[in-house]
């Protein structure tokens, strides 16, 4: 089966620069936060925050990657996601045998999950959950 993208990030991405993504977990919850993009989107504002909580999440992994090799060509999906930046669920060919970086296991897989993926500046983000729901904080600066 071939693999889709379906762009989640509507109005919204990270930071191109330094999102600051960070990774903690709340149970089977894993919460991903990061720095918004207030120069794309003027609705927000230097220092404001996205955090997305994934839902009953069996699987994430917060490795290695760069917008550089992206755009060489280098990245797993190089060439195949829509965009560089953005966040996606994944359908189809996940690519997987081409991770280099291991999973974290929180528990036994389910089919009623997704697989989502964000590429940051640095880093790819990726995980299987049930769904996700993305909250804004406004920054000091705001």
Same mark, same amino acid.
């Given at each position: ?48 925050? $996205?955090?997305? /909580? !994934? @839902? ?12 550089? &090799?992206?755009? #060489? $060509?280098?990245? /797993? !999906? @190089? ?12 359908? &189809?060919?996940? #690519? ?47």
């Amino acid at each position: 089966m071939p693999t889709t993208f379906a762009k989640l990030s509507e109005g919204w991405n990270a930071e191109p620069n330094a999102p600051h993504e960070r990774v903690s977990r709340d149970g089977r919850d894993v919460l991903l936060s990061f720095h918004l993009n207030p120069y794309q989107y003027p609705s927000f504002h230097v220092g404001d925050k $996205g955090t997305i /909580r !994934f @839902s009953e999440c069996w699987r994430y992994r917060l490795g290695s990657t760069n917008d550089e &090799g992206w755009y #060489r $060509g280098q990245c /797993r !999906f @190089s060439g195949v996601a829509p965009a560089w930046g953005e966040f996606y669920e994944v359908r &189809g060919d996940l #690519r997987l045998t081409e991770l280099t970086e291991s999973w974290v296991i929180l528990g036994e897989q389910s089919s009623e999950t997704k697989h989502y993926l964000f590429y940051f500046r640095d880093t790819t983000f990726e995980c299987d959950a049930t769904g996700w729901q993305l909250t804004v904080s406004k920054g000091h600066d705001a």
